[in-house]
C-alpha cells in the first residue's frame, strides 16, 4: 500500500515534564481532540483491532504505550467534510511516552533520542522546577526542538509572567509567547492568539468547541505589547522576516512561516498559555505541533558505521534508501507479547521481512508490525521512512539496537548513559533467593542502564550502582514488590574516580627471562590530564615499529583494566590520556600477556607521579522551606560544602538552589524534616564530577581501606 501521509506530514513528539506539571493530562485532551477531528468515516493504513479487555478498552492503550499515532489538521483551517478532504489536510504526529520520574533520566535521554521535536510542560504556579530543568538540557543535547506549555494557569497562584520569566532566567531567552491568557487563576477564560490576533474560548463539555472572536477592549494594550515582543523577537531570530517586518509587509502565513524556520533553528521558542485540565489553550499547541515542529525531513540525515569498516554512513529520511531503525523501548503488551517499538530512520520494512540486528549479528523475521492509536491497535502493512511503529514477538531485541537491510548494514548512534555515582552492597535475606536475586537485578538493568550490577572481585559480594540514593532505593522496593525477593542492603557508597593534574612520562618493563620460553614487554607512555568527562583517550604514537602492531591492542587493554582497578584508593581512573610513544620487544619472548602487564607498570607509576586527585560527584539540589526556616537549612546546608547558587521567592515558601558534593547528603531527607517540622522537602540529582578538597584526600584513602576490611 502506498503512503497515506507524505514523510513531511509526520510529526514524531515528545512530552516532557516536571512529575505532575501535566503531562498525563495534556497527552490525554491531546488524544481526545485528535480522536473527535480523526472521526470522518474510519480510514486506516491497515486493519484495527480490538481485542481489548474492558478495563484495557477503558482506560485507553496510553498507559502502556511507549507510542502513540494520532491525526490533526490545523483548527485555523476549514475542517473536512469527506475521508479525502480529512486525509489531505491531517498531518500524522506520533507522541512518544517520555517518562516523569525523577531518576529516570536515562529513559528520557533514550527516547529524546527518537523524536524530532518536543512539548515541554511547566506548573504555571512553580515555574521551572528542576527535573524540567534538566530535561531541557537533555533536550539541547540531542538538539531537540520544542514548544513551551505553560499550564495549570487556572490555579491559584498561577502566574503566566512569572513563569515565562523563570523560563528566561532558568532556560532560554528565546523562549516567546505566542498565545497569552485571557484572565488568571479563577478567572482564566481564554487564550489570545497573537498570530491571528483573536480571542480564543473553548467551549462544550471538554472545550471542543473554538470560539473565535475579537479581543475585548480592555486587553487590547496587553496583546499589542506581546504581539510586537513576538514580531520583534521573530525578526531578531530570521533573516527572511525581518525584511517584511521592517517593510510592515507581511501576513498571518508570513509569521507561522518564519517561527517554523526559527523554532527549528532554536533561535525562537514558541510558548503556549493554558490549562489542560480546564480543556483551554491545547488545541492551538496541536497547531504549533503541526505548523512548527519539524518533520524527520527537516532534520539533518541520521549518523551511523558500517559494522565491518568502521565508516561513518549517512542515511536519509527517504523511503528509497536502504531501511534502517533504531528500538528504542521493549515492552511486554499483556495482549500481544514482547512488542519491540522502533522508529523507521530510512527506507522501508514490510511484514515478513527479514532484518539484521547489528548487534548480534542475526537476521530475525518481522512477523507482524503494529501501531499503536489511543484506544485500539493496528495491524500494518509496512512501516515508512520516519515513521514509528513496534514488532511483536521478536526476542533478542535490547533498547538502543540498530536493526536494518542485512544487505546494508549500519550501527546508529548508540545511547550514552551515565556511570552510576553510588554503589550498595546487596544481598538476599535468604539463602536460596540468591539466584532469583541475580536474574531479577539483570532484568531491572536491562530495562534502566544506568542501574549497574557488579560483583566486588575482592569480596564476592554484588553490588548495585545507580544515580542516587533514592534510585537504588526504588530498585530494591521493585525487587521487593514486583519480584518478591526481598533483600539486606549496606550503606550506600560514592563513587569516586581517581584523576591526574600534571603531565608525566613512564616506563613499564615485564622481562622474565628464566628458562624455557621467558617474557619481554616493555612500554613508555606519557599521561595528561583531560577535560572532565572526557573519560580516555587512547593515542598510540609508536614509530618505526618498536613496538609491532599486533601487540598495541593489548598495551590498550592492560591501560583499560588498570583504571578500572584504579591506582591511588582503588576507584576508576578517568578524564586521562595516555600516549604510547616508545618501547622495545623480543622476536621471541613477546608476548600479548607481557606487553600487557608492562602497560599496567607504567600507568599505575605514571598515575602516582602525576599528582593525583579524586573527583567526586556533585548534586543538583532544590529545597523548598517555609521561609521561617530558610536560616536553619541554609546553615546546615553550608555545613555539607554546599554552594547555595539562589535563593528563589515562591510566595509563603522559599526554593532553594545548591551544589552540593553527594558523599555529604546521604540521610538529609530526614534531616530536612526535622528542621522544618516536616514541612521542607528536597530534590536532588547528579549534575557533574568535582575535585575533592585536598583535606580530604587522606581521609577518602582510609575511608575506602575500612570499606574494604
Ligand atoms: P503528570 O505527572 O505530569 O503526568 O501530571 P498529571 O497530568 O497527572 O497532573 C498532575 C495533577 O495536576 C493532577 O491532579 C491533575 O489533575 C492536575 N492538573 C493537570 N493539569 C491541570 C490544570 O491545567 N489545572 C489544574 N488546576 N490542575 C491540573
Known amino acids: 500500500m502506498p503512503r497515506l501521509y507524505p514523510i513531511e506530514k509526520t510529526r514524531n513528539i515528545g512530552i516532557i515534564a516536571h512529575i505532575d506539571a501535566g503531562k498525563t493530562t495534556t497527552t490525554e485532551r491531546i488524544l481526545y481532540y485528535t480522536g473527535m477531528s480523526h472521526k470522518i468515516g474510519e480510514v486506516h493504513e491497515g486493519t484495527t483491532v480490538t481485542d481489548w479487555m474492558p478495563q484495557e478498552r477503558e482506560r485507553g492503550i496510553t498507559i502502556t504505550a511507549a507510542a502513540v499515532t494520532c491525526f490533526w489538521t490545523q483548527s485555523y483551517k476549514k475542517q473536512a467534510e469527506t475521508v ?42 512553580q515555574g521551572v522546577e528542576a527535573q524540567s530543568e534538566t530535561v531541557w538540557h537533555q533536550a539541547d543535547k540531542y538538539k531537540v526542538p520544542r514548544l513551551c506549555f505553560i499550564n495549570k494557569l487556572d490555579r491559584m497562584g498561577a502566574s503566566f509572567e512569572d513563569s515565562l520569566k523563570s523560563i528566561h532566567n532558568r532556560l532560554t531567552k528565546n523562549a516567546v509567547p505566542v498565545t497569552i491568557p485571557i484572565g488568571i487563576q479563577e478567572n482564566f477564560k481564554g487564550v489570545i492568539d497573537l498570530i491571528r490576533m483573536k480571542a480564543v474560548y473553548f467551549e462544550g463539555e471538554k472545550g471542543e468547541i473554538l470560539k473565535i472572536e475579537d479581543i475585548p477592549n480592555d486587553l487590547k494594550d496587553y496583546a499589542n505589547e506581546y504581539r510586537n515582543y513576538m514580531l520583534e523577537k521573530l525578526a531578531e531570530s530570521d533573516e527572511e522576516f525581518m525584511d517584511k517586518y521592517f517593510a510592515n509587509n507581511f501576513n498571518e502565513e508570513d509569521i507561522r ?105 542475526e537476521t530475525f523475521r518481522a512477523g507482524r508490525i503494529v501501531r499503536m492509536h489511543a484506544n485500539h491497535r493496528e495491524e500494518i502493512e509496512e512501516l515508512f521512512a520516519g515513521d514509528i511503529g513496534a514488532i511483536v514477538g521478536v526476542k533478542d531485541l535490547k533498547t538502543g539496537d540498530t536493526i536494518c537491510d542485512p544487505k546494508n548494514p549500519i550501527v546508529l548512534e548508540s545511547i550514552q548513559f551515565a556511570e552510576p555515582v553510588i554503589w550498595m552492597k546487596i544481598e538476599p535475606k535468604t539463602k536460596q533467593d540468591q539466584e532469583k536475586m541475580g536474574i531479577y537485578l539483570k532484568a531491572l538493568s536491562d530495562e534502566d542502564p544506568t542501574f549497574k550490577i557488579k560483583v566486588d572481585q575482592e569480596t564476592g559480594e554484588t553490588l548495585i550502582g545507580g544515580m542516587g540514593e533514592l534510585h537504588l532505593e526504588i530498585m530494591v522496593d521493585r525487587l521487593r514488590r514486583e519480584f518478591k525477593v526481598e533483600t539486606n542492603v549496606g550503606t550506600p557508597q560514592v563513587a569516586y574516580r581517581e584523576t591526574i593534574t600534571k603531565s608525566v612520562e613512564a616506563e613499564g618493563k615485564y622481562i622474565r627471562q628464566s628458562g624455557g620460553r621467558g617474557q619481554y614487554g616493555h612500554v613508555v607512555i606519557r599521561v595528561e590530564p583531560l577535560e572532565r568527562d572526557k573519560g580516555f583517550e587512547f593515542v598510540n604514537a609508536i614509530k618505526g615499529g618498536v613496538i609491532p602492531d599486533n601487540f598495541i591492542p593489548a598495551v590498550e587493554k592492560g591501560i583499560r583494566e588498570a583504571m578500572e582497578k584504579g591506582v591511588i584508593a582503588g576507584y576508576p581512573v578517568r578524564d586521562i590520556r595516555v600516549i604510547l ?109 568535582q575535585e575533592v578538597p585536598q583535606y580530604l584526600f587522606e581521609s577518602i584513602i582510609n575511608n575506602r581501606q575500612k570499606v574494604k576490611k
Open 84 to 125: 479525502e478532504e480529512r486525509i489531505k489536510g491531517e498531518y500524522k504526529i506520533n507522541i512518544i511516552d517520555t517518562p516523569g520520574h525523577v531518576d529516570f533520566t536515562a529513559e528520557v535521554e533514550r527516547s529524546l533520542r527518537v523524536l524530532d521535536g518536543a512539548i515541554v510542560v511547566f506548573d504555571g504556579v
Open 257 to 361: 512561516k518564519a517561527i517554523r524556520r526559527a523554532c527549528i533553528n532554536y533561535t525562537f521558542i514558541p510558548v503556549y498559555a493554558g490549562s489542560a485540565l480546564k480543556n483551554k489553550g491545547i488545541q492551538l499547541i496541536l497547531d504549533g505541533v503541526v505548523d512548527f515542529l519539524p518533520s524527520p525531513v527537516d532534520l539533518p540525515p541520521v549518523k551511523g558505521w558500517d559494522p565491518k569498516t568502521n565508516a561513518e554512513i549517512y542515511r536519509q529520511p527517504n523511503d528509497n534508501e536502504p531501511f534502517c531503525a533504531l528500538a528504542f523501548k521493549i515492552a511486554v503488551d499483556p495482549f500481544v507479547g514482547t512488542l519491540t517499538y522502533i522508529r523507521v530512520y530510512s527506507g522501508i520494512i514490510k511484514r515478513g521481512d527479514t532484518v539484521l540486528n547489528t548487534r548480534t549479528n
Open 581 to 689: 610513544f616508545d618501547g622495545s620487544f623480543h622476536e621471541v619472548d613477546s608476548s600479548d600477556l607481557a606487553f600487557k602487564i608492562a602497560a599496567e607498570i607504567a600507568f599505575k607509576e605514571a598515575v602516582k607521579k602525576a599528582n593525583p586527585i579524586f573527583l567526586e560527584p556533585i548534586m543538583k539540589l532544590e529545597v523548598i522551606v517555609p521561609s521561617e526556616f530558610l536560616g536553619d537549612v541554609t546553615g546546615d546546608l553550608a555545613s555539607r560544602r554546599a554552594k547555595i547558587e539562589e535563593v528563589e521567592d515562591m510566595g509563603e515558601m522559599k526554593k532553594i538552589l545548591a551544589k552540593v558534593p553527594l558523599s555529604e547528603m546521604f540521610g538529609y531527607v530526614t534531616v530536612l524534616r526535622s528542621l522544618t517540622q516536616g514541612r521542607g522537602f528536597s530534590y536532588m540529582e547528579f549534575s557533574h564530577y
